[in-house]
């Protein structure tokens, strides 16, 4: 418990300084410097002392790309986890509040959605539609609700099932009354805790999609960064600093909500 | 306390399901933008009576719902159209491509479940000893970690010491040891990558899962009765908490034949998730709904099993 | 045989047992009563050495001479099971669900080398041996219980220490399981250490009595001894908190004139798919009168109890409230639920754990929309439910509070909507023993100063004979015998009102 | 029990992965690195590139194309004469040129394939467009071949037809079905196909009895990769020993790479900025969403005139492309065009504002004049770069663009139908110029439901079309030559597309084993992707080294990491089992 507690703190720290980076990054980098038009300095520079992380194959200092790609990165994953989650808790509370044919319905279609491959779901998805930042949150989002709903469902049952809900029941209450008293107040910290594993999930995924050539292709991201790293030969040219940071900071990213969501679980979670 | 698991009601809903992944898997393709003729017939000298020649060739002439009846009916004798890119009919494009990917997804997942398993119980089991903190923590990282990136960057840390691509080489001899040393040899990196992101996950909800079942009051019996501390594990821990651990590993099953896409592209594992990224260039609709409904049906019955199989395993859950 | 000297347990700073001292002879058999978290669990484990690492024990535990505390674990691994046993309190959970229980009686006599066949003891706890193939869900209640004692003496153990062995059990199988237990520990002169809440319980198996409050060994001797002349208070009251049927100073209600219905059921049937759960009851309850339905569980009296709620709907039959048949639903429904307030059985799940007292009892104001000085309105219903004084109480979340307070929040939570009728579903059955007394008193004063009538629920003879003015005993979906606390009681007409009776074990 | 197990399997494993297969000793293997599919074997369907390569080697045409100077030369036939009118074709096909299971070819063989495409209209998929013209061809003895025409065709001798055996092919029911994959595949070409795995590899075996005369070595492999990037990298690794289609970085990076030769080649490819000149059906309706702007041709030409080639050459092709002029590149000299110095539009942005300002578009108060589109591939290096030169140079003059990267077959949807204001793309083009200059008459824009059409820069000219028309009749080389070039002149005036680069080929080949391979042309050539199969058909073994077993050493390390850590397990299990006893 204390363990992931201290985790779970580091895991903020960590989130803390991507925010800010996000932030803070498109006002200090001016746009000559991701500009490739207007780059002076040679491509494929190994760190050293004026681009300590390297430059790109245009000649982009790496370090800066980093910093700005946080921005796409972290958007891209909290809108999709927040749709996901809006989804999943809207679905899963009504099946599990309902009973009856709207429920069955409901709870077919989350099920459908659950066996679906979600990364070929998206990855569908975001060929049909025009490119753009808004197509992979909607690719990422849609096909990322079902498990939300489950696990918000599920809850849902439990805290209907609890006597308290029978006392409000037999004390008149309907069903605005049960689900805004009751049932959402309980279900709105495990939300949350899936809504800090989601962003996790959509960061990677948003990479991947990016990976794929997927993403949006004038914007930069982490996963953009390593698609550009894989179109220009970075693994020939052994060009480890275009191709480590990028990813690094994808994986400290993730792991930071992973590590956050896990101490918020139990945080929320009661104990046996 | 007493589960039933449906049966008819389950095959009824996997079968829903499986219509649905048809539906989907028709409509979803038929929504990309772009002739599929023009991609094919791009840089090269062809008139406008060719096109239309292979536009009827593919029925692509004929209206959408004609085009949905005629794909519905053959695909319930089992076949999946013709491919565009290949010229072949789908089914026979996808089963040449199952074998790869059921090797490497196989592989991965035989090595993965026995360690994942294996850490997680003994994660578990020794919460928050150094061996639980450090497998917990690099389970945890590697679950973060992109898979497309964690085989560029295994491939570049290796060198040569790995061939970079595919399942074999051509100049092999021909005999059966050597091509199957040559596929192993092949299946190194790519087998590693999978491994390392799939254990990260069983690892994890091993452990969860045996957490769970660590308060059981059946251990304290156990522990009275006089059993040594790793028999009472083996013997009334494990048992419980494998069941979810289990089924797991056949939903993932599914899902990891889908998740190799990137794995494959990586590596140019000749596979259904390479497959599947080719097919996108074209587009080449048949092979992408055929793709879509082959995994995807998978994935549903292999849930479909999953279920059946915790029912066998779990004496609690009883198949009517 | 079994010797506990100056025994102390700490979790961290908190001291859960201290200074303990017992003894136990072969044949023996000795009760250990306390309420829970008075520590006798802990006592009980402590004994083969199976409290978790965090726990600190000090003192010494002597079994057969060898202290328990400092032998090697391959010798404790030979003792456990093989000198002492142990029953556990809830075999549901105490058996591994996923392994035959004929496999899991053999496993310890593989293990210690043990001959005897699991047929064989099967056999002595009067199961038949096709149950050996059983998984433990596939079990009654009792049967699973019988499998626990078969289990504990499967090596041959001379000390038995069971925990609890029969909670949970309805008062007819707990009356069989004791009995088997008994005569297995006198057939075969083990010793037997119990441990229970329930007096009753004790005193009719063990020869001598030992109480626990708080930690600490406050009384030991004799069972009649002890039950008759009790010298600590505490044990006074744990006495006191199990009515003796007949016995006048056991019944609280004063007796009442045969008041106008209030509530009348007509023949009302409910069906659970294929099951049909009440089965053409009729049932008055009177303004101001007290009514036990008294029931094992599943016979239905819970559903009846919801089907008059307007919680579950009716398969056939009426209730009528006040003259009006209940209405099914709308604003009516709504109307009618002030009327009627529903107690239930465990008073921690029936708050929700998130709300604080004053929200849980102004719940039912503002789901009815009732103006007017909220505060005051709680705060009057919480005295009234006798916590004194409200503002003491109003910003508890509820697991702040013990279980009698929340069984009082609750009640004020019933109270605030001024409701003619009460539904109590087993009101203290989760409840220490010392604090029920208090809140069978506080229905009492409640039926007297505000004439509240009250249907209770419940599978406690006991419970009848103190508060109600009449029973009605139902069995299988069935009312078999219905009238005055003093008719149904004292001189049963209905076999299944007899062998109720003949199970409550006597102090 | 289990313990023993393990180390028994940890033992195997050493010994198993320790041991390196087995190469195939003795034989001469070329192995080439292709990257695109092959969508079919069967040449009457494979419309892919990669298909078309391979499918050159298996079969001869009619004709071939020099490898040095890319003139007619001899492929089945080695004579052929045109009548007076140009409307009845006779080739001779000599004696002695065999199939590989040793028939004869005969002019059967070729009347027999051209008869096929004239009478099955599957047959016309892939190469249906050279014998639209025919009206019909026999073949009166076993050497003779006649072929007459509707009209005169200039392309007579460049006919990329596969010429299959008549004697294989007759019994083959529906072409439609058939995938050609009876092994090994009986053909005319310098190497026969034994061998074809989908997306893995393809197997081809040097034709003994090839009438050129036998290759090289003895095996041909090609191998396929998902993307270029791991294609280079399999090179550097000695993986194999042909790659082409480099990014210039990827180039750059075998730069000093021992045992590797790169080839910086002239291409056939260009890449164009297609400028929505008002797109319009073949029937004149408009059609699409262009800028109307951009139907006015000296905003077109402002825009040539803003955009600076040299520096997309430097920035984005790294050096590795020429400066874009006519449509013909320059590895086809020939034909080829250059501006002369008065028609020369030099990059000059001052000269396109004012260009601009006179054409009606002056600046508003933002600083632009309009706004355009710009599509272009994502996920293609170029599109990816140039687009952020374009932005900025079009920017200097008041365009703003807005830069809309999309999937390949988005891209094609909008040329398609012509909802776009610039577009990139590019072609490929042949030893004749007929195609590329085809491509952009009028009757190449769609039909009036939005296709048939093969052009994506709707060019409609009358002067252009009546030059292409003259030059499709005219049998005077050299007046042909003056007629191309007219028409590239045309077009470089009218800039319905600027021509942006004529991007290099860039190849590397594995020295240490193939000593040289045949350039097409022999000056600056490209040894892959020829228009015909010298560069595989030409290549020379070196004094070959011995397959390097240093990739064996990752087997080597594997295993003995297996291995060890199974050990470790054997021995932590065995000593936690000898004090199990005593722990808890």
Redesign the interface.
Known sequence: MSRFNRAGVAGAAILAVAALVAVVAPLLISADELDVTRVTAAPWQSPGAEFWLGTDHTGRSVAVLVAQGAGTSLFVGLTAAVLAVGIGTLVGVVSGHFGGLVAGALLRITDFFLVLPALVLAIALSTVLPRGLGTIVLAIGLTSWPSTARMVRAQTLTIEARPFVERARALGGGHVHVIGRHVLPSVVPLVLVNATLAVATAIVAESTLAFLGLGDPTRISWGAMLHQAQLHGAVPQRAWWFLLPPGVAIVVVVLAFTLVGRALEAVVTPKR | MRRGVRLWGRLGGAALSLVMVAVLGFFLFRVVPGDPVVSMTRGRPTTAAMQAELRAQFGLDRPLHEQFFSYFTSLLRGDLGTSFTFRRPVADVILERLGPTLLLVGTSTVIAVGLGLWLGVRAAWRRDSAFDKATTGVSLTLWAVPTFWLGMLLMMATGELFPSRGMRDTDTAPDFVSQALDVGHHLVLPSLTLVAVVCAEYMLVMRSSLLEEMHAPYLTTARAKGLRDDLVRRRHAVPNAVLPAITLVFLRFGLVVAGAITTETVFSWPGLGLLFYDALTGPDYFLLQGLLVVTAGAVVVMNLLAELLYGVLDPRVKVV | MLELRNLSVHYGHKRVVGDVNLTLAPGQTLGLAGESGSGKSTVA?SV?R?LPRTARVEGEILLDGDDVRTM???RL??????SA??V?Q?A????????RVGDQIA??MR??GTPGSVRELLEQVELSAQKARA?P?ELSGGQRQRVMIA?ALACGPRLVIADEPTTALDVVVQAQVLSVLTRLVAEQDLGLLMISHDLSVLAQTCDELAVMHRGELVERGATREVIANPRHPHTAALTAAFPVIGDPAHRWAEQAPQPEPLLRVRDLVVDYGRTRAVDGVDLTVGHGEIVALVGQSGSGKTTLARTI?G?RKPSSGRVIFDGAPVPVKGAA???F??Q???V???PA????P??TVRDAVA??L???GIRGDEESLVSAAVERAELRPAELYLDSLPHELSGGQQQRV?IA?ALV?QPRLLVADEPVASLDASVRGEIVALLLKLRHELGLASLIITHDLGLAWQIADRVAVMHQGKIVEQGSVEQVLLNPTHDYTRALLRAVPQV | MRVKLCALLAVATTLGLATPPAAAEGRVILKVAIVQQIDSMNPFLAVFQSSTEVGRLMYDYLTAYAADDQRVTEGIANRWEPSADKLTWTFTVPEGKKWSDGQPITAQDVAFTYNLMLTNEVARTANGSFVTNFSSVTAPDDRTVVIRTKAPQVTMLALDVPIVPKHVWEKVTNIKDYANDQMPVVGSGPFVLTEHVAGQFIKLKANKSYWRGAPKYDELHFVYFQNSDAAVQALAKGEVDLVNRMAPAQFDSLKDKPGVTRNKAQGRRFVELLINPGAQTRAGEPIGDGNPALKDVRVRRAIAQAIDLDALVQRVSLGYAEKGAGLVPPVFGKWHWQPGESELRKFDPAAANAALDAAGYPRKADGTRFSLRLTGRAGRAYDEQASEYLKRQLGDVGIALDVRLVSDNQLNEATTVATYDLAFSGWATNVDPDFILGLHTCAQRPGADGKGGTTDAYFCDQTYDELYARQLSEFDEGKRVELVKQMQARFYDQVPAVVLAYENALEAYRSDHFARFTTQPAQGGVIMAQNGMWGYYGAEPAARAATSGSTWVGFAVVAAAVSSLLLAIVVYTRRRKATAGERE
């Open positions: 484990m083969l199976l090697s674990w391959g691994r030979a003792v456990r099971w093989a046993s142990i556990f809830g549901m959970h105490s058996l591994n669900p996923v392994r496993e310890p293990l210690h998984y869900h289990m709620m919680l429904l709504k109307a639920r002030r009627v307030q529903l239930l059985q465990d799940s029936a708050l929700n998130r709300h719940e039912g503002r789901v009815h609750v939570g909507l």
